[in-house]
């Protein structure tokens, strides 16, 4: 698979924007051979599991367009910084180094942590109830946000939409169903798609939205 190759899907041709091996984000291709969603400055992507769309397309074309490699940026990971072993919390870091001595003391190592290669990013905080909130733009001098930056940032974004008490994201209110399989823990970063033609990422758990959903089902 390659970013820009055409598939017949369900029987409708779409265009592959990105995709790593857990996920993969597409548009349909109109008439005119232009995309039929993914043209406005502000975009959310439509994605499926790589699994399932692997078994259920049929490659048609390899053709891929430059304008639409710059808009899009698939260089960028689809996701980074995922640990199981922490949840966002509630407390604001006035320093980065208050923030690393944190992570320490989550035995989160700090070589571990995923650098991401551009000078800005939108970063769309989510409610414990997976609801998203008002994004924040990031950007950086040097086109690179280090990990533990970017970590920093996305922590102090997060802690106002956190309850300590509920350390997991869940769509229920009751917690009579909020057993494990309706809980997601954890923290993760994930590619939403563009806002105002910057990539935007939201914040969740060690799996994505699409992950989640799949196993709360299957």
Aim: overall charge positive.
């Amino acid at each position: 698979m390659k970013v820009g190759e055409e598939y017949l899907y369900f029987q409708k041709k779409q265009r592959i924007i990105m995709f790593d091996s857990n996920e993969v984000f597409y548009d349909e291709i109109a008439i005119d051979n232009s995309l039929k969603y993914t043209k406005g400055k502000t975009v959310t992507y439509s994605r499926v599991s790589r699994d399932f769309f692997d078994k259920n397309a049929i490659l048609i074309s390899t053709s891929v367009s430059e304008k639409e490699l710059l808009i899009h940026q698939p260089h960028l990971p689809l996701r980074l910084n995922c640990f199981k072993n922490i949840f966002w919390t509630n407390e604001y870091f006035k320093t980065i180094n208050e923030f690393r001595n944190y992570l320490i003391s989550k035995d989160i190592n700090l070589k571990d942590l995923e650098n991401l290669n551009c000078n800005k990013v939108v970063i769309i905080p989510i409610g414990q109830q997976i609801s998203f909130k008002k994004s924040i733009i990031l950007e950086s001098s040097n086109n690179l946000f280090e990990g533990l930056e970017l970590l920093y940032h996305c922590f102090n974004i997060q802690y106002k939409y956190i309850n300590i008490n509920k350390p997991y994201f869940s769509r229920f209110r009751s917690a009579a169903k909020e057993n494990n399989l309706n809980k997601l823990s954890g923290i993760g970063i994930y590619r939403a798609g563009i806002k105002s033609n910057i990539p935007s990422y939201y914040l969740g758990g060690s799996v994505s939205l699409l992950e989640f959903e799949s196993k709360r089902f299957n």
